[in-house]
């Protein structure tokens, strides 16, 4: 085992066997462990009250009373793992103790080798408690679909794969960039199972959605008494993610004071809980994501410059969708398939003028409006074929749907016969009139054009409607 495994862990000994406590001390400090010895109920007590321990070993006939007691008492932390240990007859003793909290136990006369591994497998319990906990209500994991436009991006993403298997341990942070929608969530989630921690624990932390008050203290975790509603201590999400990656979804969301410790936490490989004095190892792969320019911010000052570079080490730039209209279809169709599995429909399809609609469209929602649109379609439309009528007239905001040979479509191309300006001017001009209800000094504004020389267009495209000259 590793010795970065127990490396600045507090472990505090419950045992009146001298020399057994003295030979788990020594194991446990030569794998880096900060070892407490207590010989009896009272001295037990006297430590609880007085340090913080991340696990205790628990002998269960102590010579002043039962290990039990501490457990009946709640002496112990919430983050505190209690292991018992108990000769061949007090099996019994060692299964009440589970039932008080007690997360695992070893029957004497064992190994002192053997105790790291148990240590390691109450962390994982402690763990996967606290991503129990956070996972409640977690949305499902939108599609990731790589289509000719990411080629490229599949292409960067396999080479960061190639590194961190490579590497194993102390894996880089990665940044990922990206409009509301894209595909940011999928793509940490993508990382993290085809990566060599795909076993580990994947915490999804939304910073957007944390209270500044509290985000803290969900990050980093607190101690009993940190804080007015602190009644218990409690793991943090770095804590949680140990082994594994964190993903820190809209970072710029965090305080300015925050994100320093979010940096102390990736260069030192170390946290402290709110409240607490003990630095704690971590061994985090933080994947980090924004909707935002973060150059940008670090300008403004509103985002850290040392945290940003040490972020932007492996940068993913995800496209827009209306960058990808080559994929478009083909992503729509994946992601009807699996809408209709989910609401146990059969299979639709999407009509010629659908498929048109869907193409003009500029998606500002990007994938995930696409999904939006297409399970409301599923739900809405009567039979096996979907034609998104009302695409693009859900909001004033909202441009209506565009065909890809207009020329204000996003996905417009010159045809080879030519172009006419003059048309697409005229056009211009009308929309501006139209908006300003026929004020010619209005629609100039809007335009960005002097009155006369507006004056001077409509005058002009009179004068050839009529075949004169103005």
């Known amino acids: 085992m590793p010795q970065s495994t127990l490396t600045g862990l507090g472990v505090l000994v419950i045992e009146d066997d001298t020399l057994l406590r003295k030979q788990i001390a020594a194991h446990l400090e030569s794998l880096g462990a900060d070892v407490t010895g207590a010989a009896t109920l009272g001295a037990a007590k006297r430590f609880l009250v007085e340090l913080e321990f991340d696990f205790a070993l628990l002998d269960v006939h102590l010579p002043d009373?039962?290990?039990?007691?501490?457990?009946?008492?709640?002496?112990?932390?919430?983050?505190?793992?209690?292991?018992?240990?108990?000769?061949?007859?007090?099996?019994?003793?060692?299964?009440?103790?589970?039932?008080?909290?007690?997360?695992?136990?070893?029957?004497?006369?064992?190994?002192?080798?053997?105790?790291?591994?148990?240590?390691?497998?109450?962390?994982?319990?402690?763990?996967?408690?606290?991503?129990?906990?956070?996972?409640?209500?977690?949305?499902?994991?939108?599609?990731?679909?790589?289509?000719?436009?990411?080629?490229?991006?599949?292409?960067?993403?396999?080479?960061?794969?190639?590194?961190?298997?490579?590497?194993?341990?102390?894996?880089?942070?990665?940044?990922?960039?990206?409009?509301?929608?894209?595909?940011?969530t999928s793509i940490a989630r993508w990382l993290h199972q085809q990566g060599p921690r795909e076993a580990q624990p994947l915490v999804e932390v939304n910073c957007s959605a944390l209270p500044e008050t509290l985000a803290e203290s969900e990050l980093f975790g607190h101690e009993r008494g940190a804080f007015t509603d602190a009644r218990t201590a409690r793991l943090g999400l770095f804590e949680a993610a140990s082994g594994g990656t964190l993903f820190l979804d809209e970072i710029p969301s965090l305080a300015l004071p925050l994100q320093a410790k979010v940096l102390s936490a990736i260069e030192d490989h170390r946290i402290r809980r709110v409240g607490g004095n003990k630095m704690i190892?971590?061994?985090?792969?933080?994947?980090?994501?924004?909707?935002?320019?973060?150059?940008?911010?670090?300008?403004?000052?509103?985002?850290?410059?040392?945290?940003?570079?040490?972020?932007?080490?492996?940068?993913?730039?995800?496209?827009?969708?209306?960058?990808?209209?080559?994929?478009?279809?083909?992503?729509?169709?994946?992601?009807?398939?699996?809408?209709?599995?989910?609401?146990?429909?059969?299979?639709?399809?999407?009509?010629?003028?659908?498929?048109?609609?869907?193409?003009?469209?500029?998606?500002?929602?990007?994938?995930?409006?696409?999904?939006?649109?297409?399970?409301?379609?599923?739900?809405?439309?009567?039979?096996?074929?979907?034609?998104?009528?009302?695409?693009?007239?859900?909001?004033?905001?909202?441009?209506?749907?565009?065909?890809?040979?207009d020329c204000l479509s996003p996905d417009f191309v010159f045809p080879p016969e030519g172009f006419s300006l003059e048309q697409t001017i005229n056009r211009l001009v009308d929309r501006a009139l139209k908006q300003a209800d026929g004020n010619v000094s209005a629609a100039a504004r809007l335009l960005g054009v002097t009155r006369d020389y507006l004056r001077y267009r409509l005058s002009q495209r009179e004068s050839d409607e009529r075949g004169i000259q103005p």
Request: hydrophobic residues 35%; contains cysteine; aromatic residues 6%.
């Open 65 to 184: 009373g039962r290990g039990t007691d501490l457990l009946e008492e709640k002496a112990f932390s919430p983050n505190t793992g209690v292991i018992v240990m108990t000769g061949d007859s007090g099996v019994t003793g060692a299964v009440e103790a589970m039932r008080l909290g007690a997360l695992d136990y070893l029957v004497k006369p064992f190994e002192v080798e053997e105790l790291p591994l148990v240590i390691q497998r109450v962390r994982r319990t402690r763990q996967s408690a606290r991503l129990d906990e956070h996972r409640r209500g977690e949305a499902g994991d939108p599609t990731l679909f790589f289509g000719s436009a990411l080629e490229e991006l599949e292409s960067q993403l396999q080479k960061i794969l190639a590194a961190d298997r490579r590497m194993q341990t102390d894996l880089p942070p990665i940044l990922i960039q990206g409009e509301t929608g894209t595909g940011k």
């Open 281 to 405: 190892p971590v061994d985090v792969r933080v994947i980090a994501a924004t909707n935002r320019d973060l150059k940008e911010w670090v300008t403004q000052g509103q985002f850290r410059e040392d945290l940003y570079h040490r972020l932007d080490l492996y940068r993913i730039v995800l496209p827009p969708l209306r960058e990808r209209s080559e994929d478009l279809l083909k992503l729509a169709d994946l992601l009807m398939r699996r809408l209709c599995q989910r609401h146990r429909l059969p299979g639709r399809t999407i009509t010629a003028a659908g498929g048109q609609r869907l193409l003009a469209y500029g998606w500002p929602g990007n994938v995930r409006e696409l999904a939006h649109e297409l399970e409301r379609a599923i739900v809405f439309e009567e039979g096996t074929t979907l034609s998104f009528p009302h695409l693009g007239r859900g909001s004033p905001e909202t441009e209506p749907a565009r065909s890809p040979s």
